[in-house]
């Protein structure tokens, strides 16, 4: 049986700030990218993002950004690999001792916006990412797009890699996501994104956005916890993935 997991970013409220529905996600999904405080989150809502996951027994992971609490972490920024690496350390060793402290076990990294993207195309900050996620833990996965730059470095340095893939997000030609600013980026139609998964999981290809035939490795699927139609998405996702007879599990 074809299986896929299921992940979503969450805990990306910060403050007073709300940002998403934890609380109505985290039953139908699989696995759970976890802000760390700095593109979104803060230490409470970190601790209580990890304390829900248990709950449900959904799988944990990092999610860590640039430092851009303003622009959420979707802003390009050029930093020094060794800076990125440290950076890296830091967050994930943070939400670490949340895990430790729940008795639950941080399974995966998944960096976050301008970070994943800008790391899916140079090798070198892949590899700055990678040495950061070995520091904290060497038995930690790193859930990258798949085909990227991402997923070779790990490979080469001996990171645990899931490819993973996008419900709600356009491709282009090259197998990289369209960016946000421009016009197509995001799916916002349930049905299509559906029918995408089902398609990605089953074919192992997506439809770029200028109609070529992208080949890709389907092990996760995300949604975003950000977007206004998150929860229907999820929901509508995991039925359809079961009513095709795949299997929505965790990779943990």
Same mark, same amino acid.
């Given at each position: 049986?074809?299986?896929?997991?299921?992940?979503?970013?969450?805990?990306?409220?910060?403050?007073?700030? =709300?940002?998403?529905? #934890?609380?109505?996600?985290?039953?139908?999904?699989? +696995?759970?990218?976890?802000?760390?405080?700095?593109?979104? *989150?803060?230490? @409470?809502?970190? =601790?209580?993002?990890?304390?829900?996951?248990?709950?449900?027994?959904?799988?944990? *992971?990092?999610?860590?950004?640039?430092?851009?609490?303003?622009?959420?972490?979707?802003?390009?920024?050029? @930093?020094?690999?060794?800076?990125?690496?440290?950076?890296?350390?830091?967050?994930?060793?943070?939400?670490?001792? $949340?895990?430790?402290?729940?008795?639950?076990?941080?399974?995966?990294?998944?960096?976050?916006?301008?970070?994943?993207?800008? %790391?899916?195309? #140079?090798?070198?900050?892949?590899?700055?990412?990678?040495?950061?996620? @070995? %520091?904290?833990? =060497? +038995?930690? =996965?790193?859930?990258?797009?798949?085909?990227? &730059?991402?997923?070779?470095?790990?490979?080469?340095?001996?990171?645990?890699?899931?490819?993973?893939?996008?419900?709600?997000?356009?491709?282009?030609? #090259?197998?990289?996501?369209?960016?946000?600013?421009?016009?197509?980026?995001?799916?916002?139609?349930?049905?299509?994104?559906?029918?995408?998964?089902?398609?990605? %999981?089953?074919?192992?290809?997506?439809?770029?956005?200028?109609?070529?035939?992208?080949?890709?490795?389907?092990?996760?699927?995300?949604?975003? *916890?950000?977007?206004?139609? &998150?929860?229907?998405?999820?929901?509508?996702?995991?039925?359809? @993935?079961?009513?095709?007879?795949?299997?929505?599990?965790? $990779?943990?």
């Amino acid at each position: 049986m074809i299986s896929i997991d299921l992940n979503c970013d969450l805990g990306e409220s910060f403050g007073a700030y =709300k940002i998403g529905m #934890d609380e109505q996600v985290v039953p139908n999904i699989t +696995s759970a990218n976890i802000a760390c405080g700095f593109h979104a *989150g803060d230490p @409470l809502v970190m =601790k209580k993002t990890v304390a829900l996951c248990k709950k449900y027994g959904v799988g944990i *992971g990092a999610h860590p950004g640039y430092p851009d609490l303003r622009g959420f972490g979707r802003r390009n920024m050029s @930093l020094p690999y060794a800076e990125v690496e440290a950076d890296i350390i830091y967050q994930v060793g943070a939400l670490k001792a $949340f895990c430790d402290g729940e008795g639950v076990p941080l399974i995966h990294v998944k960096p976050h916006g301008a970070l994943y993207n800008m %790391a899916g195309k #140079d090798y070198d900050l892949a590899m700055a990412i990678c040495r950061g996620i @070995l %520091a904290v833990d =060497k +038995s930690l =996965k790193i859930l990258a797009l798949s085909g990227s &730059a991402m997923i070779r470095a790990a490979q080469e340095i001996g990171v645990p890699s899931v490819s993973e893939v996008f419900a709600d997000r356009a491709y282009q030609a #090259d197998g990289s996501l369209v960016p946000r600013s421009q016009p197509g980026a995001m799916i916002t139609d349930e049905d299509e994104a559906v029918k995408r998964v089902i398609d990605m %999981a089953k074919t192992g290809t997506v439809t770029a956005i200028d109609g070529s035939v992208v080949a890709i490795r389907a092990d996760s699927v995300c949604v975003h *916890g950000d977007g206004e139609k &998150a929860l229907k998405f999820v929901e509508k996702i995991h039925k359809a @993935l079961q009513d095709a007879g795949i299997e929505v599990r965790s $990779f943990s």
